[in-house]
């Protein structure tokens, strides 16, 4: 069993290393995530309305960890996590009013780094949080798992109500620095492959990057989505949080 599923996750891997082409219309060129336990640790953010704005993982009982631009400007009260739901069509697992969050002093925009908050739930939720990845996490080449509700396109206004992932590459951050001005490698780091086709997009925000099993990335900014040579950049989260 364990060894399938590894076998399985070398050919993934393999695939997608050789064609990251043939976009499937999900997050940009994921897969839906059709088993709950792969991922109980995921969060929607939503108005109280239940429209979806960004993603969140839970990192203990009753704490979220997301993009601090996903909640900067909004009051807590008027956020609502929801866990425990692959299909946002739907009313299964539980919710959750935001009591409160935190975010790290002097954050502005995500570009200039910082962009993480934790959010405190009012209800804790019965789930498997994320534990958090080691500085060590963020070598060039290993690839990490980026899940979202976001857009499947660029241009594209439709979401899909199930939520999806797709397997990513580290970038290394000289390579990341060229192509962004304003990369900063002790907040972030990018993750993408050169030919693009493949990426987190708008309202995947605040969403996780996992690497082996851990909380590593936070979906901040990028140039479009899934352009050649424009990775998309998440939040070095072992910077903030342990
Ligand atoms: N800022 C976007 C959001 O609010 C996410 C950007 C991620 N972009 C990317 N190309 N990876 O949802």
Partial sequence: MGSMRLLAAVLALLVSTVTPAHADPRIVGGVVVDDAEEAPWMVALTTPQGHQFCGGALVGPHEVATAAHCVHGRLPGSIVAVGGRLDLRT????TSLVAA???VEGYTAPSSGKDIAVLTLSEPMPYRPL???????YMGGSVGAVY???RQAEHDTNKSPLLHKA???IVPDEQCAATYPQFDAG????AGYPGGEIDACTDDSGGPFVIDGRLAGIVSWGTGCARPNMPGVYTRVATYLR
């Fill in 131 to 137: 534990p958090i990845a080691a500085s060590t996490a």
């Fill in 167 to 169: 397997h990513l590459p």
């Fill in 91 to 94: 009313g299964g697992g539980s």
């Fill in 148 to 150: 979202g509700w976001g």
């Fill in 101 to 103: 969050f935190r975010l």
């Fill in 187 to 190: 907040s972030m780091f990018c």
